[in-house]
């Protein structure tokens, strides 16, 4: 029997309970693209697949001990980032893949600026839009929705001179994603660092209905293809029609927010 060796992904995120969002969500759309995740989970969420009513942050020196336990032994080549529940855990995690990119300069880290749920509820135990600060520092993509863009920017006066702005205080591409955008088709804009006047856009068919943890799918996507080996340009195509596949096939679990269905299943019923 031949062993197949797969390519890794370290993930920092929060769990939710609903397997919707979270890490539940990064190990599905990771695992799809070919590779395999590294769950080190950040937070512990009380949540359900449409509101969250309280998170849990796991202590900084466990999430340390388990990262570094991991890359001591595995080879990691991209690492996935999202909600960490406060800016101690942001720090000591920057600080931590900082330490990995003097090893590995070609470390890929995908920051999914999470800052609240779909549904506007607080994601952080302490300033959202000042926690996570020091991963924006250490990120090589950055994948904000229109609204975290806006509180990541409050000052610009537009989408061009928010991505500017952000742009100056990181050194990171942008993934902009138009989920929240009200035209009939979604517009997703890569800004690469330093050209953020020329960008390439995608267009997608706008679906109906709210889905949950749709930027994990995405962020976590685009994190599996890079690690098997794709450009940048392939990775960030082939993440957005998975996603957009995903989501056309989406299930309910409850009323409200539908699952994006990253592994494709047979046996789903539907309702009569």
């Keep these: 029997m031949k062993t197949t060796t797969r390519p890794c992904v370290l993930v920092f995120a929060g769990h939710d309970p609903s397997g919707g969002a979270g890490i539940q969500a990064d190990i599905e759309a990771i695992a799809a693209q070919g ?3 590294l769950p080190v989970i950040t937070a512990l969420t009380v949540q359900d697949n449409d509101h969250v009513y309280a998170v849990h942050a796991v202590d900084v ?6 990262a570094m336990t991991l890359i001591a032994r595995i080879p990691v080549s991209v690492v996935k980032l999202g909600i960490v529940a406060h800016k101690k855990n942001a720090t ?18 995908i920051v999914d600026p999470v800052l609240g749920s779909g ?7 302490d300033d959202a839009v000042e926690a996570i600060q020091p991963l924006l520092k250490v990120a090589t993509l950055i ?4 609204p975290e863009l806006k509180r990541l920017s ?16 990181c050194e990171a591409d942008i993934l902009l994603k138009g989920g929240h955008a009200t035209e009939v088709q979604v517009k997703n804009i890569w800004f690469q660092h330093g050209q953020w006047q020329t960008a390439k856009e995608w267009l997608w068919p706008r679906l109906p209905g709210e889905f949950h943890g749709s930027g994990c ?7 599996g293809q890079l690690a098997t080996g794709a450009g940048l340009p392939e990775a960030l195509q082939k993440a957005q029609s998975y996603t957009q596949q995903s989501l056309q096939h989406a299930y309910a679990i409850a009323a409200g927010q539908l699952i994006p269905a990253r592994q494709s299943v047979s046996n789903t019923r539907k309702k009569s």
């Design 143 to 146: 994948t904000p929705n229109l």
């Design 35 to 37: 590779a395999h995740a």
């Design 154 to 169: 409050p000052l610009a006066a537009d989408m061009r001179a928010q991505v500017e702005n952000l742009m100056q205080a």
């Design 217 to 223: 799918t995405l962020a976590s996507a685009i994190a």
């Design 61 to 66: 020196q466990i999430i340390l001990q388990q």
């Design 119 to 125: 549904h506007g509820d607080s994601l952080s135990l």
């Design 92 to 109: 000591a995690i920057a600080n931590f893949i900082q330490k990995m990119k003097q090893q590995h300069p070609d470390l890929q880290v």
